[in-house]
Protein backbone atom coordinates (compact mmCIF):
# COMPACT_ATOMS: atom_id res chain seq x y z
CA UNK A 1 0.00 0.00 0.00
CA UNK A 2 1.40 3.44 -0.94
CA UNK A 3 2.67 5.49 1.88
CA UNK A 4 0.85 8.89 2.76
CA UNK A 5 3.32 11.63 0.73
CA UNK A 6 4.84 14.14 2.69
CA UNK A 7 6.14 17.90 1.64
CA UNK A 8 8.98 16.62 0.27
CA UNK A 9 8.29 13.67 -1.81
CA UNK A 10 5.29 15.45 -3.42
CA UNK A 11 8.02 18.23 -4.45
CA UNK A 12 10.20 15.61 -5.77
CA UNK A 13 7.29 14.01 -7.92
CA UNK A 14 6.31 17.68 -9.03
CA UNK A 15 10.23 17.86 -9.98
CA UNK A 16 10.10 14.84 -12.03
CA UNK A 17 7.57 15.32 -14.02
CA UNK A 18 9.00 18.90 -14.29
CA UNK A 19 12.60 17.52 -15.98
CA UNK A 20 10.48 15.21 -17.76
CA UNK A 21 8.73 18.01 -19.49
CA UNK A 22 5.37 17.05 -18.10
CA UNK A 23 4.50 20.50 -17.52
CA UNK A 24 5.27 23.78 -15.82
CA UNK A 25 5.01 24.22 -12.17
CA UNK A 26 2.20 26.48 -12.50
CA UNK A 27 0.17 23.23 -13.89
CA UNK A 28 1.54 20.54 -11.54
CA UNK A 29 1.73 22.20 -8.50
CA UNK A 30 -2.09 23.13 -8.00
CA UNK A 31 -3.11 19.20 -8.71
CA UNK A 32 -0.03 18.48 -5.76
CA UNK A 33 -1.23 20.71 -3.27
CA UNK A 34 -4.20 19.26 -3.01
CA UNK A 35 -3.23 16.29 -1.28
CA UNK A 36 -1.71 18.48 1.42
CA UNK A 37 -2.49 20.68 4.63
CA UNK A 38 -2.20 24.30 4.06
CA UNK A 39 1.86 24.60 5.84
CA UNK A 40 2.83 21.41 3.75
CA UNK A 41 1.81 22.92 0.58
CA UNK A 42 4.11 26.18 1.52
CA UNK A 43 6.84 24.04 2.18
CA UNK A 44 6.37 21.78 -1.20
CA UNK A 45 5.93 25.06 -2.83
CA UNK A 46 9.15 26.78 -1.60
CA UNK A 47 11.07 23.57 -2.37
CA UNK A 48 9.86 23.62 -6.11
CA UNK A 49 10.48 27.14 -6.65
CA UNK A 50 13.67 26.95 -4.50
CA UNK A 51 15.11 24.10 -6.73
CA UNK A 52 14.06 25.19 -10.04
CA UNK A 53 15.67 28.85 -9.23
CA UNK A 54 18.98 26.71 -8.22
CA UNK A 55 18.75 24.06 -10.31
CA UNK A 56 21.55 24.66 -12.59
CA UNK A 57 23.77 24.96 -9.50
CA UNK A 58 22.95 21.83 -7.33
CA UNK A 59 22.49 19.34 -10.59
CA UNK A 60 26.33 20.03 -10.83
CA UNK A 61 26.93 19.84 -7.09
CA UNK A 62 25.39 17.02 -6.63
CA UNK A 63 25.92 14.78 -9.79
CA UNK A 64 29.83 14.28 -9.23
CA UNK A 65 28.37 12.62 -5.51
CA UNK A 66 26.28 10.16 -7.60
CA UNK A 67 28.62 7.21 -8.90
CA UNK A 68 25.83 5.38 -10.96
CA UNK A 69 23.39 7.42 -13.09
CA UNK A 70 20.02 6.59 -11.70
CA UNK A 71 17.23 5.33 -14.15
CA UNK A 72 14.26 7.67 -15.62
CA UNK A 73 11.82 6.01 -13.72
CA UNK A 74 14.08 6.86 -10.66
CA UNK A 75 14.06 10.72 -11.23
CA UNK A 76 12.27 11.68 -8.07
CA UNK A 77 14.99 10.39 -6.33
CA UNK A 78 17.29 12.71 -8.01
CA UNK A 79 15.33 15.55 -7.21
CA UNK A 80 14.97 14.34 -3.47
CA UNK A 81 19.03 14.92 -3.58
CA UNK A 82 18.45 18.24 -5.58
CA UNK A 83 15.86 19.11 -2.59
CA UNK A 84 17.73 18.38 0.31
CA UNK A 85 20.83 19.90 -1.08
CA UNK A 86 18.80 23.03 -1.47
CA UNK A 87 17.45 22.76 2.31
CA UNK A 88 20.76 22.46 3.52
CA UNK A 89 22.23 25.40 1.53
CA UNK A 90 19.07 27.74 1.41
CA UNK A 91 16.76 26.80 3.69
CA UNK A 92 16.44 27.46 7.57
CA UNK A 93 15.49 23.83 8.31
CA UNK A 94 18.54 22.26 10.89
CA UNK A 95 20.81 20.33 8.64
CA UNK A 96 19.74 16.95 10.77
CA UNK A 97 16.15 17.08 10.19
CA UNK A 98 16.67 18.44 6.52
CA UNK A 99 18.40 14.88 6.05
CA UNK A 100 16.28 12.68 8.11
CA UNK A 101 12.85 14.27 5.99
CA UNK A 102 14.20 14.21 2.39
CA UNK A 103 15.39 10.45 3.46
CA UNK A 104 11.47 9.53 4.98
CA UNK A 105 10.40 10.79 1.78
CA UNK A 106 12.29 7.98 -0.47
CA UNK A 107 10.17 5.39 1.86
CA UNK A 108 7.05 7.59 1.25
CA UNK A 109 7.39 7.28 -2.32
CA UNK A 110 7.56 3.50 -1.72
CA UNK A 111 11.26 3.28 -2.51
CA UNK A 112 13.09 2.03 0.57
CA UNK A 113 16.12 1.25 -1.32
CA UNK A 114 16.93 4.50 -2.13
CA UNK A 115 16.86 5.50 1.96
CA UNK A 116 20.56 5.10 2.91
CA UNK A 117 21.56 5.83 -0.87
CA UNK A 118 19.98 9.46 -0.03
CA UNK A 119 21.41 10.00 3.64
CA UNK A 120 24.97 8.92 2.55
CA UNK A 121 25.01 11.56 -0.64
CA UNK A 122 23.65 14.20 1.82
CA UNK A 123 26.04 13.27 4.23
CA UNK A 124 29.08 13.71 1.97
CA UNK A 125 27.36 16.82 0.56
CA UNK A 126 27.78 18.36 3.96
CA UNK A 127 31.43 17.62 4.26
CA UNK A 128 32.32 18.22 0.63
CA UNK A 129 29.44 20.96 -0.83
CA UNK A 130 31.63 24.05 -0.04
CA UNK A 131 34.59 22.58 -1.93
CA UNK A 132 32.72 21.41 -5.15
CA UNK A 133 31.07 24.39 -4.99
CA UNK A 134 34.77 26.42 -5.37
CA UNK A 135 35.18 24.28 -8.75
CA UNK A 136 31.98 25.57 -10.44
CA UNK A 137 31.74 26.91 -13.54
CA UNK A 138 29.98 30.06 -14.17
CA UNK A 139 27.34 28.56 -15.49
CA UNK A 140 26.78 26.50 -12.29
CA UNK A 141 27.79 29.46 -10.07
CA UNK A 142 24.65 31.56 -11.78
CA UNK A 143 22.53 29.22 -11.83
CA UNK A 144 21.50 29.61 -15.16
CA UNK A 145 21.84 27.14 -18.34
CA UNK A 146 25.16 27.75 -20.43
CA UNK A 147 23.13 28.72 -23.73
CA UNK A 148 20.91 31.16 -21.95
CA UNK A 149 24.07 32.84 -19.69
CA UNK A 150 26.05 33.34 -23.26
CA UNK A 151 22.71 34.63 -24.43
CA UNK A 152 22.89 37.33 -22.07
CA UNK A 153 25.98 38.11 -21.48
CA UNK A 154 26.44 38.63 -25.71
CA UNK A 155 22.74 40.55 -25.97
CA UNK A 156 23.34 42.64 -22.49
CA UNK A 157 27.00 43.17 -22.09
CA UNK A 158 26.48 46.03 -19.48
CA UNK A 159 23.58 44.59 -18.13
CA UNK A 160 23.97 40.82 -17.70
CA UNK A 161 25.12 40.43 -14.41
CA UNK A 162 22.45 41.85 -13.18
CA UNK A 163 19.68 40.28 -15.12
CA UNK A 164 20.95 37.24 -13.58
CA UNK A 165 21.29 38.40 -10.15
CA UNK A 166 17.78 39.54 -10.21
CA UNK A 167 16.43 36.08 -12.24
CA UNK A 168 17.98 34.33 -9.05
CA UNK A 169 15.74 36.35 -6.17
CA UNK A 170 11.84 35.53 -5.54
CA UNK A 171 10.03 38.71 -7.00
CA UNK A 172 7.37 41.23 -5.38
CA UNK A 173 3.63 41.13 -5.63
CA UNK A 174 2.27 43.45 -7.40
CA UNK A 175 -0.95 44.86 -7.70
CA UNK A 176 -3.16 47.12 -10.03
CA UNK A 177 -6.04 49.13 -8.49
CA UNK A 178 -9.46 49.20 -10.63
CA UNK A 179 -9.41 52.50 -11.24
CA UNK A 180 -12.95 52.25 -11.95
CA UNK A 181 -13.32 52.21 -8.24
CA UNK A 182 -10.74 53.43 -5.95
CA UNK A 183 -8.09 55.73 -6.65
CA UNK A 184 -4.40 54.62 -5.39
CA UNK A 185 -4.18 56.76 -2.41
CA UNK A 186 -7.74 54.92 -1.08
CA UNK A 187 -6.59 51.80 -1.64
CA UNK A 188 -3.20 52.14 -0.07
CA UNK A 189 -5.09 53.40 2.88
CA UNK A 190 -7.44 50.29 2.78
CA UNK A 191 -4.48 48.46 2.72
CA UNK A 192 -2.80 50.24 5.82
CA UNK A 193 -5.92 49.03 7.59
CA UNK A 194 -6.01 45.73 6.76
CA UNK A 195 -1.98 45.78 8.19
CA UNK A 196 -0.44 44.59 4.61
CA UNK A 197 2.61 47.06 4.29
CA UNK A 198 2.86 48.76 0.75
CA UNK A 199 4.57 51.07 -1.53
CA UNK A 200 3.04 52.81 -4.65
CA UNK A 201 4.81 51.72 -8.03
CA UNK A 202 7.22 54.41 -9.63
CA UNK A 203 5.74 53.73 -13.08
CA UNK A 204 2.41 52.47 -12.93
CA UNK A 205 0.17 55.28 -11.67
CA UNK A 206 -2.41 52.52 -10.58
CA UNK A 207 -0.03 50.07 -9.46
CA UNK A 208 0.89 49.23 -5.96
CA UNK A 209 3.89 46.83 -4.76
CA UNK A 210 3.31 44.79 -1.39
CA UNK A 211 6.80 44.62 1.18
CA UNK A 212 5.81 40.97 1.66
CA UNK A 213 3.33 38.60 -0.64
CA UNK A 214 0.10 37.81 0.73
CA UNK A 215 -3.01 35.12 -0.19
CA UNK A 216 -5.02 37.29 -2.52
CA UNK A 217 -8.18 37.59 0.00
CA UNK A 218 -6.16 39.39 2.54
CA UNK A 219 -6.68 42.33 -0.03
CA UNK A 220 -9.44 44.07 0.33
CA UNK A 221 -12.48 43.94 -2.05
CA UNK A 222 -10.03 41.89 -4.54
CA UNK A 223 -13.05 39.00 -4.80
CA UNK A 224 -15.19 41.54 -6.61
CA UNK A 225 -12.79 43.24 -8.36
CA UNK A 226 -11.02 46.24 -6.42
CA UNK A 227 -7.55 45.16 -7.11
CA UNK A 228 -5.75 42.33 -9.84
CA UNK A 229 -2.27 41.11 -9.05
CA UNK A 230 -0.38 41.90 -11.86
CA UNK A 231 3.55 43.19 -12.42
CA UNK A 232 4.37 46.99 -12.73
CA UNK A 233 5.68 45.92 -16.32
CA UNK A 234 2.34 44.41 -18.07
CA UNK A 235 0.60 47.43 -15.89
CA UNK A 236 2.61 49.59 -18.48
CA UNK A 237 1.18 47.55 -21.98
CA UNK A 238 -2.63 49.33 -21.95
CA UNK A 239 -2.01 52.89 -21.45
CA UNK A 240 0.01 52.20 -24.66
CA UNK A 241 -3.17 51.70 -26.85
CA UNK A 242 -4.57 54.37 -25.55
CA UNK A 243 -8.02 52.41 -24.90
CA UNK A 244 -10.66 55.22 -24.58
CA UNK A 245 -9.94 56.68 -27.80
CA UNK A 246 -10.46 53.11 -29.53
CA UNK A 247 -14.04 52.45 -30.85
CA UNK A 248 -12.77 48.55 -31.48
CA UNK A 249 -10.00 46.98 -29.66
CA UNK A 250 -8.06 43.17 -30.36
CA UNK A 251 -6.56 41.41 -27.16
CA UNK A 252 -5.05 38.97 -29.21
CA UNK A 253 -3.39 36.48 -26.87
CA UNK A 254 -5.68 36.89 -23.95
CA UNK A 255 -5.09 34.54 -21.05
CA UNK A 256 -5.35 34.80 -18.36
CA UNK A 257 -6.71 37.98 -18.93
CA UNK A 258 -5.02 40.48 -16.68
CA UNK A 259 -4.10 42.81 -19.64
CA UNK A 260 -7.99 42.31 -21.25
CA UNK A 261 -8.96 43.49 -17.78
CA UNK A 262 -6.84 46.73 -17.20
CA UNK A 263 -7.86 47.62 -21.20
CA UNK A 264 -11.63 47.25 -19.94
CA UNK A 265 -10.51 49.44 -17.11
CA UNK A 266 -9.41 52.47 -19.49
CA UNK A 267 -12.24 52.09 -21.84
CA UNK A 268 -14.27 54.53 -23.14
CA UNK A 269 -18.33 53.75 -22.64
CA UNK A 270 -18.90 52.81 -26.29
CA UNK A 271 -15.46 51.01 -26.52
CA UNK A 272 -15.73 47.13 -27.46
CA UNK A 273 -12.96 44.85 -26.87
CA UNK A 274 -12.59 41.22 -28.40
CA UNK A 275 -10.27 38.52 -26.70
CA UNK A 276 -8.96 36.04 -28.68
CA UNK A 277 -7.37 32.83 -26.43
CA UNK A 278 -6.15 29.40 -28.23
CA UNK A 279 -6.11 27.70 -24.90
CA UNK A 280 -9.75 26.53 -23.99
CA UNK A 281 -8.74 26.14 -20.70
CA UNK A 282 -6.63 29.44 -20.36
CA UNK A 283 -9.98 31.01 -21.74
CA UNK A 284 -11.44 29.86 -18.57
CA UNK A 285 -9.64 32.16 -16.92
CA UNK A 286 -10.02 34.90 -19.17
CA UNK A 287 -13.63 34.89 -17.83
CA UNK A 288 -13.43 34.27 -14.32
CA UNK A 289 -10.75 37.46 -14.28
CA UNK A 290 -13.90 39.19 -16.49
CA UNK A 291 -16.32 37.94 -13.66
CA UNK A 292 -14.51 39.30 -10.69
CA UNK A 293 -13.83 42.81 -12.03
CA UNK A 294 -17.49 42.80 -13.09
CA UNK A 295 -16.48 43.35 -17.13
CA UNK A 296 -17.11 42.22 -20.00
CA UNK A 297 -15.56 41.51 -23.41
CA UNK A 298 -16.28 39.44 -26.32
CA UNK A 299 -14.46 35.98 -25.63
CA UNK A 300 -13.22 34.24 -28.55
CA UNK A 301 -11.71 30.86 -28.58
CA UNK A 302 -9.26 30.75 -31.55
CA UNK A 303 -6.01 30.81 -33.52
CA UNK A 304 -4.97 34.63 -33.75
CA UNK A 305 -2.89 33.19 -36.58
CA UNK A 306 -5.64 32.75 -38.26
CA UNK A 307 -8.09 35.32 -38.33
CA UNK A 308 -10.37 33.61 -40.78
CA UNK A 309 -11.77 31.02 -38.90
CA UNK A 310 -12.79 34.06 -36.05
CA UNK A 311 -12.94 37.29 -37.53
CA UNK A 312 -15.84 39.22 -38.59
CA UNK A 313 -14.35 41.62 -40.92
CA UNK A 314 -14.82 44.50 -38.81
CA UNK A 315 -11.34 46.12 -38.78
CA UNK A 316 -9.26 46.83 -34.95
CA UNK A 317 -8.44 50.39 -34.47
CA UNK A 318 -5.88 48.76 -31.93
CA UNK A 319 -4.32 45.30 -31.39
CA UNK A 320 -2.89 44.08 -28.99
CA UNK A 321 -0.36 41.02 -29.64
CA UNK A 322 1.16 39.87 -26.30
CA UNK A 323 2.77 37.13 -27.54
CA UNK A 324 3.54 33.74 -27.06
CA UNK A 325 7.71 34.05 -26.09
CA UNK A 326 10.46 31.85 -24.13
CA UNK A 327 9.72 34.08 -21.11
CA UNK A 328 13.19 34.63 -19.83
CA UNK A 329 11.97 37.91 -18.29
CA UNK A 330 10.08 36.21 -15.90
CA UNK A 331 12.72 33.78 -14.88
CA UNK A 332 12.01 35.42 -11.42
CA UNK A 333 8.69 34.53 -11.23
CA UNK A 334 8.51 31.21 -12.82
CA UNK A 335 12.24 29.76 -12.44
CA UNK A 336 10.76 26.66 -13.89
CA UNK A 337 12.16 28.51 -17.23
CA UNK A 338 15.62 27.62 -16.61
CA UNK A 339 14.55 23.81 -16.81
CA UNK A 340 11.83 23.84 -19.81
CA UNK A 341 13.25 26.45 -22.46
CA UNK A 342 16.02 25.17 -24.72
CA UNK A 343 17.86 27.07 -27.30
CA UNK A 344 15.98 25.84 -30.42
CA UNK A 345 12.81 27.62 -28.56
CA UNK A 346 14.78 30.80 -30.08
CA UNK A 347 14.16 29.76 -33.31
CA UNK A 348 10.18 28.23 -33.40
CA UNK A 349 8.51 31.38 -30.93
CA UNK A 350 10.34 34.34 -33.43
CA UNK A 351 8.59 32.65 -36.51
CA UNK A 352 5.61 32.51 -34.36
CA UNK A 353 5.56 35.63 -33.29
CA UNK A 354 5.80 36.59 -37.13
CA UNK A 355 3.30 34.64 -38.27
CA UNK A 356 0.91 36.07 -35.78
CA UNK A 357 1.56 39.36 -36.37
CA UNK A 358 1.65 38.88 -39.73
CA UNK A 359 -1.76 38.14 -39.42
CA UNK A 360 -2.94 40.58 -36.95
CA UNK A 361 -1.95 43.12 -39.45
CA UNK A 362 -4.97 42.29 -41.90
CA UNK A 363 -7.37 43.53 -38.91
CA UNK A 364 -5.86 46.46 -38.39
CA UNK A 365 -7.31 49.50 -40.23
CA UNK A 366 -5.25 51.91 -42.14
CA UNK A 367 -4.44 54.60 -39.19
CA UNK A 368 -4.88 52.03 -36.40
CA UNK A 369 -2.04 50.56 -34.07
CA UNK A 370 -0.93 47.64 -33.18
CA UNK A 371 1.30 47.13 -29.94
CA UNK A 372 3.35 43.89 -29.32
CA UNK A 373 5.17 43.01 -25.85
CA UNK A 374 6.86 39.89 -24.72
CA UNK A 375 8.27 38.81 -21.71
CA UNK A 376 11.20 38.17 -23.31
CA UNK A 377 14.96 40.15 -22.78
CA UNK A 378 16.49 37.98 -25.69
CA UNK A 379 16.23 40.40 -29.24
CA UNK A 380 15.55 37.03 -31.51
CA UNK A 381 11.83 37.64 -30.15
CA UNK A 382 11.88 41.57 -29.75
CA UNK A 383 13.49 43.98 -32.18
CA UNK A 384 14.79 41.43 -34.67
CA UNK A 385 10.70 40.14 -35.19
CA UNK A 386 9.72 43.72 -34.91
CA UNK A 387 12.53 44.39 -38.11
CA UNK A 388 11.90 41.36 -40.15
CA UNK A 389 8.32 42.54 -39.69
CA UNK A 390 8.93 46.04 -40.99
CA UNK A 391 11.12 44.74 -43.96
CA UNK A 392 8.13 42.72 -44.92
CA UNK A 393 5.23 45.42 -44.23
CA UNK A 394 5.49 48.61 -46.41
CA UNK A 395 2.58 50.10 -44.50
CA UNK A 396 3.78 49.70 -41.31
CA UNK A 397 6.62 51.91 -39.26
CA UNK A 398 7.16 52.48 -35.27
CA UNK A 399 6.28 54.94 -32.90
CA UNK A 400 8.46 56.24 -30.37
CA UNK A 401 7.43 54.89 -27.12
CA UNK A 402 8.43 58.06 -25.15
CA UNK A 403 8.59 57.30 -21.72
CA UNK A 404 10.66 57.65 -18.51
CA UNK A 405 11.08 53.89 -17.86
CA UNK A 406 13.17 51.27 -19.36
CA UNK A 407 16.29 51.53 -22.37
CA UNK A 408 15.70 52.64 -25.54
CA UNK A 409 15.85 49.63 -28.37
CA UNK A 410 16.16 49.84 -32.34
CA UNK A 411 12.20 49.41 -32.51
CA UNK A 412 10.82 49.84 -29.08
CA UNK A 413 11.65 49.80 -25.23
CA UNK A 414 13.03 47.45 -23.00
CA UNK A 415 12.43 46.88 -19.19
CA UNK A 416 14.79 44.61 -17.40
CA UNK A 417 14.29 43.27 -14.11
CA UNK A 418 17.83 44.59 -12.61
CA UNK A 419 16.95 48.24 -13.39
CA UNK A 420 13.66 48.70 -13.27
CA UNK A 421 12.62 46.25 -10.56
CA UNK A 422 9.83 44.82 -13.03
CA UNK A 423 9.82 41.87 -15.08
CA UNK A 424 11.51 42.02 -18.17
CA UNK A 425 9.28 43.71 -20.66
CA UNK A 426 9.93 44.25 -24.52
CA UNK A 427 7.46 46.95 -25.71
CA UNK A 428 7.17 48.25 -29.65
CA UNK A 429 4.81 50.24 -30.97
CA UNK A 430 3.41 49.95 -34.65
CA UNK A 431 1.58 52.40 -36.60
CA UNK A 432 -0.23 51.15 -39.80
CA UNK A 433 0.09 53.82 -42.78
CA UNK A 434 -3.29 55.77 -43.00
CA UNK A 435 -2.83 56.01 -46.85
CA UNK A 436 -2.32 52.22 -47.55
CA UNK A 437 -4.11 50.58 -49.84
CA UNK A 438 -8.18 50.71 -49.42
CA UNK A 439 -7.84 53.20 -46.60
CA UNK A 440 -11.29 54.51 -45.40
CA UNK A 441 -10.94 58.14 -44.27
CA UNK A 442 -11.20 58.07 -40.35
CA UNK A 443 -13.33 61.30 -38.77
C1 LIG B 1 2.03 35.88 -22.79
S1 LIG B 1 0.55 35.01 -22.62
C2 LIG B 1 -0.62 36.31 -22.64
C3 LIG B 1 -0.82 36.98 -21.29
C4 LIG B 1 -2.05 37.87 -21.29
N1 LIG B 1 -2.00 38.85 -22.34
C5 LIG B 1 -2.23 38.58 -19.96
O1 LIG B 1 -1.87 39.74 -19.85
O2 LIG B 1 -2.76 37.96 -19.04
C6 LIG B 1 0.34 34.35 -24.23
C7 LIG B 1 -0.98 33.67 -24.46
O3 LIG B 1 -1.10 33.44 -25.86
C8 LIG B 1 -1.81 32.24 -26.05
N2 LIG B 1 -1.54 31.82 -27.43
C9 LIG B 1 -0.48 31.17 -27.93
N3 LIG B 1 -0.59 31.02 -29.27
C10 LIG B 1 -1.78 31.58 -29.62
C11 LIG B 1 -2.46 31.72 -30.85
N4 LIG B 1 -1.95 31.24 -32.00
N5 LIG B 1 -3.65 32.35 -30.84
C12 LIG B 1 -4.19 32.83 -29.70
N6 LIG B 1 -3.58 32.69 -28.49
C13 LIG B 1 -2.39 32.10 -28.46
C14 LIG B 1 -1.25 31.33 -24.98
O4 LIG B 1 -2.13 30.25 -24.72
C15 LIG B 1 -1.13 32.30 -23.80
O5 LIG B 1 -2.31 32.27 -23.04
Not at 131 to 139: E, I, K
Not at 285 to 291: A, G, I, K, S, T
Request: aromatic letters at 6%; a neutral charge; one cysteine or more.
Amino acid sequence: MANTQGPRAAASTVLAALTRHHGSLSRLLPRAAQQLDSRDRALMSELCYGVCRFYPRLQALVSPLVKKPLKIKDRDIECLLLLGCYQLDYMRIPDHAAISETVAAARQLNKPWATSFINGVLRQYQRQGAQLASHLDDAARLSHPAWLLQKLQQQWPDHWRSIVEANNHPPPMTIRVNQRRYNRGDYLAQLAEADISAIPCLYSPVGIRLEQPCDVDRLPGFRSGACSVQDEASQLVAPLLQPSKQHLILDSCAAPGGKTGHILELAGPSTVLDAVEIDKTRMGRVRENLDRLQMSARLIQGDAGKPEQWWNGAAYDAILLDAPCSASGVIRRHPDIKLLRKPDDLVKLPRLQRELLDALWGCLRPGGSLVFTTCSVLEEENDQTIASFLAAHQDAGCQAIDQDWGLSTRHGRQLLPAIDGTDGFYFAHLLKESSAPGAVPQD
